[in-house]
T-cell receptor
Framework: DGGITQSPKYLFRKEGQNVTLSCEQNLNHDAMYWYRQDPGQGLRLIYYSQIVNDFQKGDIAEGYSVSREKKESFPLTVTSAQKNPTAFYLC?????????????FGPGTRLTVT | EDKVVQSPLSLVVHEGDTVTLNCSYEVTNFRSLLWYKQEKKAPTFLFMLTSSGIEKKSGRLSSILDKKELFSILNITATQTGDSAVYLCAPWVASGGSNYKLTFGKGTLLTVNP
């Protein structure tokens, strides 16, 4: 089955620790995206990548880092510099060809930092 | 700065009612607009709208885009309790080179009471 896998579903960390969220897709999509969602808010873009070894900052990149070493994988690291890391994190992918199509989402990781 | 405004932010109706959800956008390099439904997990795709004035329909849901006035509406007729969710709209924008990204509104929380 094609799709996007995010693990784990729930993640708990202590303040001051870096944490890496996993995102893997087998849809053969070139583009991958990371979003953050807070209660009552829409999705805010953290980072995105159209091709391997290249990525762009989204609207709220501060305190986060990413890598794109393989087409299938786009891990997100939430660093200790991120002031309010507790949130629901969604990974997505899409084919970048025009006309652009829907963006497919993974199931999300709910991160709680105390 | 790209801006997407959805209204109303929340709406409570009774089963059987018809609702209209609004999405206005001010973005550069607009390509198309997507609607998603989110029920406490990852968003699920509803529609992609590329051309003005052409209604897309799926069962009781329909949507239309006005590229001149920069807005889209999502209609749900004969609402059911299963329609209760957050509805998100997001235009695809070209963000430089061959990069594309979605800019999400905050969403409309629809509650359908029996």
């Amino acid at each position: 089955d094609g799709g996007i896998t995010q693990s784990p579903k729930y993640l708990f960390r202590k303040e001051g620790q870096n944490v890496t969220l996993s995102c893997e897709q087998n849809l053969n999509h070139d583009a991958m995206y990371w979003y953050r969602q807070d209660p009552g808010q829409g999705l805010r873009l953290i980072y995105y990548s159209q091709i391997v070894n290249d990525f762009q900052k989204g609207d709220i990149a501060e305190g986060y880092s990413v890598s794109r070493e393989k087409k299938e994988s786009f891990p997100l690291t939430v660093t200790s510099a991120q002031k309010n890391p507790t949130a629901f994190y969604l990974c997505a992918s899409s084919s970048p060809s025009w006309p652009t199509y829907e963006q497919y989402f993974g199931p999300g990781t709910r991160l709680t930092v105390t | 700065e790209d801006k997407v405004v959805q209204s109303p932010l929340s709406l409570v109706v009774h089963e059987g009612d018809t609702v209209t959800l609004n999405c206005s956008y001010e973005v550069t390099n607009f390509r198309s607009l997507l609607w998603y439904k989110q029920e406490k997990k990852a968003p699920t795709f509803l529609f992609m709208l590329t051309s003005s004035g052409i209604e897309k329909k799926s069962g009781r849901l329909s949507s239309i885009l006005d590229k001149k006035e920069l807005f889209s509406i999502l209609n749900i007729t004969a609402t059911q309790t299963g329609d209760s969710a957050v509805y998100l709209c997001a235009p695809w924008v070209a963000s430089g080179g061959s990069n594309y990204k979605l800019t999400f509104g905050k969403g409309t929380l629809l509650t359908v009471n029996p």
